[in-house]
């Protein structure tokens, strides 16, 4: 069964970091490339991060480049997130999740994400 | 980055009715299109991938239509469990973007 376990959320005050984690299980890690989407509170989803699944493709949302980085670690099974220079607009919870894909070069591919954690709350405030 | 725009943001339907959700790209994204699920307090869960490939698993009144710039979600015959927030999402580029999501509520 996949399992995603995210830990690491709390309280931290603006311009603060925090270092999110999510342990997965169930399959094999080092084969998916995984994602970060976060959703503020009563608001939708936003996608946060991506990493391919031996790191060597990295990508940022705009809103959060250059403050956040994203890293695995494929001996652990584990993904992370850094997220420095925290604002109050980062209060979201943090899902990871795994990209699924279907079809061929040919066809084409096409990703998805497939399951997801529990989520982990951050909240940025004074 | 692709704009995805959901209409309409909320709609009320009764059990058993047939519902349809819009996502409308703001570029061409053939049919990297997927869509999902989220009730309260849960975890998001895929519905349809390519605009119209059911997730296993997932049961045969949803599904879903569309290329290039419009899409569809159909819910034929609405149950309890499908009141929920639903969600389009591209993906064209791997700068993912979601809809604004569309609240199912009963009527």
């Known amino acids: 069964e996949v399992q995603l376990v995210e830990s690491g959320g709390g309280l931290v005050q603006p311009g603060g970091s925090l270092r999110l984690s999510c342990a997965a299980s169930g399959f094999t890690f080092s084969s998916y490339s995984m994602t970060w989407v976060r959703q503020a509170p009563g608001k939708g989803l936003e996608w946060v991060s991506y990493i391919s699944g031996s790191s060597e493709a990295i990508n940022y949302a705009d809103s959060v480049r250059g403050r956040f980085t994203v890293s695995r670690d494929n001996a652990k099974n584990s993904l992370y997130l850094e997220l420095n220079s925290l604002r109050a607009e980062d209060t979201a919870v943090y899902y990871c999740?795994?990209?699924?894909?279907?079809?061929?070069?040919?066809?084409?591919?096409?990703?998805?994400?497939?399951?997801w954690g529990q989520g982990s709350l951050v909240t940025v405030s004074s | 980055d692709i704009q995805m725009t959901q209409s309409p943001s909320s709609l009320s339907a009764s059990v058993g009715d047939r519902v349809s959700i819009t996502c409308r790209a703001s570029q061409n994204i053939n049919n990297y299109l997927n869509w999902y699920q989220q009730k309260p307090g849960k975890v998001p869960k895929l519905l349809i991938y390519?605009?119209?490939s059911l997730q296993t698993g997932v049961p045969s009144r949803f599904s879903g239509s569309g290329f290039g710039t419009d899409f569809t979600l159909t819910i034929s015959g609405l149950q309890p469990e499908d009141f929920a927030t639903y969600y389009c999402?591209?993906?064209?580029?791997?700068?993912?973007?979601f809809g604004q999501g569309t609240t199912v509520e009963i009527k």
């Open positions: 999740a795994r990209e699924g894909s279907y079809g061929s070069a040919s066809r084409g591919i096409f990703d998805y994400f497939d399951y």
């Open positions: 999402q591209q993906s064209y580029t791997t700068t993912w973007t």
């Open positions: 390519a605009a119209s």
